[in-house]
């Protein structure tokens, strides 16, 4: 009997050793898997929630000075991230990974988790499915569904199923937490209400009603209380509740009431992954029933809070339906026995298979990740760091709300994006909270604007809602050829003269650069008219580095109209292919220049050539006045 206590014992220890080894190292390659989605997929949703908690940070006032439609809870992560620095998309979801990592760690503190083993399947497969699958739905990314997704896991685990089948093991830090979490969530979206309601009712107890006020009193007077810090009151009626209920309506379709809970009940069942999910929320409903010593009602409560974030269908709107399902998967993983040797090997091959699935071994897997990085630039990033400063700001329509953070700018108008339900409320504008886009980028005149005129859905042109904008943009700003970017016309000299000579033009790049070979910035207009409004003060050349590094450094000599040059020096790796190359330059005016070999060679310069057979280096000219001229066939950035 000894020798068999014995040996069960050295099993055992051998058991607990493999699967904390697995675990270990699942951790590890989660912890990697979860660093790649960092820089994983751009939405415009998210850069959208980023660029408002920018323009929050820099002072401005939430539904005052900012035009969002989202709830102001949302903002407090970017705030918190705009406080430690300007950061992207990159820094910005590293809050998003913070939380995601504490909602697994209330997995495993679930306290209808009984064993280690329990808590490590639990916390395994949760992780999985968070990493792994939600990231299709956008789930990895800092949104408002998100954020709610991670409350609902954490209200779940630790307070509401506690509440129902285990109420012995509530505390009253639970209680507390719990409700200030279910007090929160309308705040991140007001449709997250019915929920917020239901897990409520659903969780209470008598014994702990008075911990349950204080936590609602809690989460409500620390919503309201950063509300009013950092937005409007009037403009979170205007915005959140009235446009949303009443205009938003008109072009989505989607109406309030009884046609919600209909598109809940049809997206329940929509697909496999929703009716998987109807499943576990069965079993979970079931075990809880159960439990439940009279009418089960709580469980129906809980059952109904979470068919109610189905109410605007499928797709990232329904992502925390699929969060919010993980602490019943929890505890249906809570049922499992796991003292037999048999459920210990299937413990341990579940491990492997989780271990494998987040390994990024598995085909397709690392492509997938490294295939869909979000961009460091944008073309018309670059074309706003060549026209503007740090403090100008831009403006970038319909829905290209990465542009502003690509280009490190903030937006010249509090509608940082434009549809027509913006316009359709400004025509009957509520509590005083008004927005005039047109007006705003009138009065702003910002130097470079990009305006995509995206056809809303298919449906809403963009002449049917912005002919005002449309109209400044005509008057005051010259498109850039095939390119939906804007420049302020005052800011480009000869435009048409521009236009005009780049007919027929062709670019050829200059004989590669050495020592016994120097690039001449061959002459034209503005070099050869050294009058006093052709003064420079910066001058952009196009280089080709055939797409390699070109070690070594030049010299760029250029000659003044009183006969003495002015020289500097760079460095060969630092230019990139195919694009222009800023020098400040004193003011003054120029008549010739060139480019000498120091230490390297092998850079051309891009030439415009015209049927003639003349050439012409492809520059860029910064005037005094902050205007810009540019050679004829040569591209504008």
């Not at 299709?136 to 779940?156: E, P, R």
């Not at 009884?258 to 999910?277: E, K």
């Not at 953070?405 to 903030?410: F, P, Q, T, V, Y």
């Not at 500097?568 to 008549?591: C, G, I, M, T, W």
């Amino acid at each position: 009997m000894q020798v068999e206590k014995n040996v069960q014992s050295k099993q055992d220890a051998i058991f607990k050793a493999l699967i904390y080894s697995f675990f270990f190292i699942f951790v590890l390659l989660s912890l990697r898997y979860q660093y790649l989605l960092l820089s994983y997929r751009e939405w415009g949703d998210e850069s959208e929630t980023i660029v408002a908690a920018k323009m929050m940070a820099a002072g401005m006032k939430l539904y005052a000075e900012i035009f969002n439609q989202h709830g102001p809870l949302t903002f407090l992560p970017g705030i918190i991230t705009e406080m430690i620095g300007d950061y992207g998309i990159k820094g910005h979801r590293v809050s998003i990974a913070l939380l995601q990592i504490l909602a697994v760690f209330s997995i495993y503190n679930a306290p209808v988790l009984k064993s280690v083993t329990q808590k490590i399947i639990a916390s395994a497969v949760s992780v999985v499915m968070i990493i792994v699958f939600l990231p299709d739905i956008f789930g990895h990314m800092y949104k408002y569904q998100t954020l709610a997704g991670i409350l609902l896991v954490v209200i779940g685990s630790q307070y509401t199923i506690p509440a129902i089948c285990c109420p012995h093991q509530l505390n009253r830090f639970r209680v507390v937490l719990g409700t200030i979490l279910i007090t929160s969530l309308p705040f991140l979206a007001i449709t997250y209400l019915p929920i917020a309601g239901l897990l409520f009712l659903a969780s209470l107890r008598k014994h702990y009603l008075a911990h349950a006020i204080i936590g609602c009193f809690a989460g409500l007077l620390a919503n309201m209380l950063f509300l009013g810090f950092y937005g409007s009151f009037s403009g979170f009626l205007a915005f959140h509740l009235y446009l949303n209920a009443k205009i938003l309506p008109l072009y989505t379709g989607l109406q309030p009431g009884w046609q919600l809970i209909v598109n809940a009940v049809r997206t329940a069942t929509s697909d496999l992954a929703h009716f998987l999910s109807l499943i576990v929320i069965l079993l979970g409903a079931a075990i809880l029933a159960f439990k439940e010593k009279s009418f089960p009602w709580r469980t129906l409560f809980l059952v109904a809070g979470l068919c109610s974030l189905l109410m605007r269908g499928a797709g990232f709107h329904g992502m925390p339906y699929f969060y919010a399902i993980l602490p019943l998967l929890v505890l249906t993983l809570s049922a499992m026995e796991d003292e037999s040797r048999a459920s210990k090997f299937v413990a341990i091959g579940l491990l492997l298979l989780l271990t494998l699935k987040v390994s990024l071994l598995l085909p397709g897997e690392r492509q997938k990740l490294s295939s869909a990085q979000i961009p460091k630039e944008t073309e018309f990033s670059q074309l706003v760091q060549l026209y503007t400063t740090k403090e100008d700001r831009i403006i970038a329509y319909s829905f290209q709300n990465f542009q502003y953070i690509a280009s490190e700018r903030l937006p010249a108008s509090a509608h940082f994006f434009y549809f027509p339900w913006q316009e359709k409320y400004n025509e009957n504008p509520k509590y005083g909270v008004l927005f005039d886009a047109c007006e705003q980028i009138k009065e702003s005149a910002p130097k470079v604007m990009s305006i995509d005129k995206w056809k809303v859905w298919d449906k809403y042109p963009w002449d049917s809602y912005a002919t005002c904008l449309q109209a400044f943009l005509d008057s005051s700003y010259q498109q850039i050829p095939d390119k939906p970017y804007y420049i302020r016309k005052d800011l480009i000299r000869d435009y048409d003269s521009f236009l005009a000579g780049s007919e027929g033009k062709k670019k050829i790049a200059s004989p590669p650069l050495s020592k016994a070979q120097p690039i001449h910035l061959k002459p034209f207009q503005y070099l050869t008219s050294p009058h006093e409004d052709r003064r420079l003060t910066g001058l952009d050349i196009l280089f080709g580095t055939y797409i390699r590094v070109n070690p070594g450094a030049a010299r760029l000599i250029l000659t003044r109209a009183s006969g003495s040059n002015y020289e500097v020096d760079f460095s060969l790796p630092d230019l990139q292919d195919n694009r222009y190359k800023h020098f400040d330059l004193p003011e003054d005016a120029y008549v010739a220049g060139k480019i000498e070999s120091l230490t390297g060679g092998g850079i051309s310069a891009w030439e415009s050539h015209s049927h003639d057979g003349k050439a012409f280096t492809c520059l860029m000219f910064i005037f005094s006045d902050g205007s810009r001229g540019f050679t004829p066939g040569c591209p504008m950035f």
